[in-house]
């Protein structure tokens, strides 16, 4: 069973940088397009970054400029880092597969809060 274990949040200031991982385990991680997505308070979660087998890169405008999103297949991870962080980026960070039925179950999840 595949298992998603997102890791690398916290709470930082405007303005900052974090990098979040997510480890995925018991899959041919390196067969699938991967994605970052997010869930703000009261908001329906949102897919805003997705690296494809190849690793050629999409982002939401949202993001663009500010975030990158990369992949280690040795490591099964994909990772999402993030720069110049904004109080609207405040939201619990996950990873999955892209479309609106993820293959994969959902972990839980890291929670990233920007605020002074």
């Known amino acids: 069973q595949v298992q998603l274990l997102e890791s690398g949040g916290g709470l930082v200031q405007p303005g900052g940088s974090l990098r979040l991982s997510c480890v995925v385990s018991g899959s041919i991680f390196s067969s699938y397009a991967m994605c970052w997505y997010r869930q703000a308070p009261g908001k329906q979660r949102e897919l805003f970054a997705a690296i494809n087998t190849g690793c050629g890169t999409n982002y939401a405008d949202s993001v663009k400029g500010r975030f990158t999103i990369s992949r280690d297949n040795a490591k099964n991870t994909v990772y999402l880092q993030m720069n110049s962080l904004k109080p609207e980026d405040t939201a619990v960070y996950y990873c999955?597969?892209?479309?609106?039925?993820?293959?994969?179950?959902w972990g839980q999840g890291t929670q990233v809060t920007v605020s002074s």
């Open positions: 999955n597969t892209p479309g609106r039925t993820p293959l994969f179950y």
